[in-house]
């Protein structure tokens, strides 16, 4: 792989007096900051409170804002990577491109052979034990499936942050909690992650912190933190007492606002 | 479903043939289908009078379809990248499109003289219009979601035209190639019939100064096919090349 400058451990986001504005509408954000860790965190609001929007600008897609967002201790860099989950995989997978060439299509803009890109491919989905038909277009496969190939193209280039738009929203309970601690566990995995969810159970899983957002413009109301460590993060937990306190914690939090 | 087709054609052959048996047609002006079919035949395959203005006709339609086609859609996508040309040049391509291009061959008759140039001209120009439009269209609609994923790995220019716009404009592009050979099949036949061109149109106007009614028929049942096969075979090719089309 072409690693010319490339470092491959995760990236701390700070977002610094964020404004931004849709035409004819009311604030998103105004005057917003927000200090996300190198660690894993879950955005939790609203329908409409800017989540999608945060994750656009802080991955470098929405440029049109006011304010800063500083990858560590500078401005955007090129050399990391980015990866970023899409919501709505209708939208954002090519449907000319078989599931295959749609999950390496990173590393083909990076010049990296097809034979290599097979391999790192085929690795992936040995590692979240997925039997897919990769020469099959994305109108032949279902949602799930479909939402699945996007987080997959999402972390086939090792990103250095990957954003996760909800990325499971099409996927039974038992799949998307498979799926998260494969996530977690998955080789090489030395990125940073900031996650859009709806369920607490996700946050709880996965994130080490848990920042809820809400008004307009949108404002962090709280923030959780999981006392997990990564190598505690196992199937076993979600029956645990500890994993029910920490929910219980969290939602009472969350009650608060509601 | 093939099989109902067959429905509708025994249908116009039996109204066509009752019409033509009973005495109330003059033979002269409805001559019977069996007729029409021993002409056209004979005019392929035996005295072969119809071969050489087959192949003037479809000399002049493939020539004029295929230039007309290519530059069209090579304007119509950096007209569709770029704004600004499209807006400059929306207003002129919306009046032609709304001519009827046959109106043009007499101008292209004065400009350059009688022969198969003028046609030419004029049928690769109303060809032009349609595919420009929809390459335009295709490009400039082309999802902006899609160039999100580009950007997200500091895509280069080059690799988004041919991944991203060139596929994704494709649909449109084959849109706009199939309604302007149907459009060719039209203006090529009319501007035959009006400069008296030696291709099917020019025939055709030939036959009916003479009462020739089995040549007129049998022209008409050749144009009309080769407009069918022609647009099954784009359909043929369309749905190999743009298969994620419609699903």
Redesign the interface.
């Known amino acids: 792989m072409h690693m010319n400058n490339y470092v491959n451990r995760p990236i701390a986001i700070k977002v610094l007096n964020l404004t931004k504005k849709f035409t004819n509408e009311d604030y998103v954000f105004r005057n917003f900051s927000l200090k996300l860790t190198k660690k894993n965190t879950a955005l939790f609001g609203p329908n409409g409170c800017g989540k999608t929007t945060l994750l656009r600008i802080m991955s470098g897609l929405d440029k049109s804002f006011t304010g800063q967002v500083i990858y560590e201790n500078s401005s955007y860099q090129k050399k990391l990577r980015i990866g970023y989950a899409f919501q709505d995989p209708s939208k954002f997978l090519f449907p000319w491109m078989s599931a295959f060439e749609n999950i390496v299509f990173p590393l083909k803009i990076r010049g990296v052979s097809k034979k290599e890109s097979f391999g790192l491919a085929r690795n992936l989905l040995n590692q979240f034990k997925l039997d897919f038909p990769l020469q099959s277009y994305p109108y032949q496969l279902s949602s799930g499936q479909c939402q699945i190939l996007v987080v997959l193209r999402s972390i086939i280039d090792s990103p250095n942050i990957l954003f996760l738009d909800e990325p499971f929203s099409n996927l039974d309970y038992l799949n998307k909690t498979k799926f998260l601690f494969d996530l977690i566990h998955r080789e090489n995995n030395n990125s940073s992650i900031v996650f859009v969810s709806h369920t607490i159970d996700e946050g709880v899983i996965f994130a080490d912190e848990l920042v809820l957002l809400g008004g307009r413009p949108a404002r962090v109301i709280d923030k959780i933190q999981i006392p997990f460590k990564k190598e505690e993060r196992k199937p076993e937990i979600l029956i645990s007492k500890r994993f029910m306190d920490i929910k219980q914690n969290a939602l009472k939090v969350f009650k608060k606002y509601i | 479903m093939r099989k109902y087709s067959f429905v509708g054609l025994t249908f116009l052959i039996s109204v066509w043939s009752i019409l033509s048996y009973g005495s109330k047609v003059d033979r002269l002006l409805l001559p019977q289908p069996q007729d029409v079919l021993i002409y056209l035949f004979n005019g392929f395959f035996i005295k072969g009078f119809f071969i050489t203005p087959l192949a003037e006709t479809l000399k002049l339609i493939l020539a004029s379809f295929i230039f007309g086609s290519i530059v069209g859609i090579i304007c119509g996508m950096i007209a569709g990248y770029y704004e600004k040309i499209y807006k400059s040049f929306e207003l002129i391509l919306d009046f032609f499109r709304s001519l009827p291009s046959l109106l043009l061959i007499p101008l292209s008759i004065l400009l350059f003289g009688i022969g198969q140039f003028s046609s030419f001209f004029v049928i690769s120009w109303s060809v032009f219009v349609y595919s420009f439009i929809n390459a335009a269209y295709g490009v400039r609609y082309s999802?902006t979601?899609?160039f999100?994923?580009?950007?997200?790995?500091?895509?280069?220019k080059l690799?988004e035209f041919m991944?991203?716009i060139l596929?994704?404009t494709?649909p449109s592009i084959f849109a706009g190639v199939k309604m302007g050979f149907s459009i060719a099949l039209i203006v090529t036949i009319g501007s035959e019939m009006l400069s008296g061109h030696q291709g099917l149109g020019g025939r055709v106007v030939d036959a009916y100064m003479v009462y020739n009614t089995k040549e007129v028929f049998s022209i008409i049942v050749t144009v009309g096919s080769l407009g069918y096969l022609g647009s099954k075979l784009f359909d043929l090719i369309e749905s190999k090349v743009?298969?994620?089309r419609g699903?």
């Open positions: 999802k979601s899609y999100d994923i580009g950007k997200l790995y500091n895509i280069s690799q991944w991203i596929p994704s494709l743009v298969h994620w699903n």
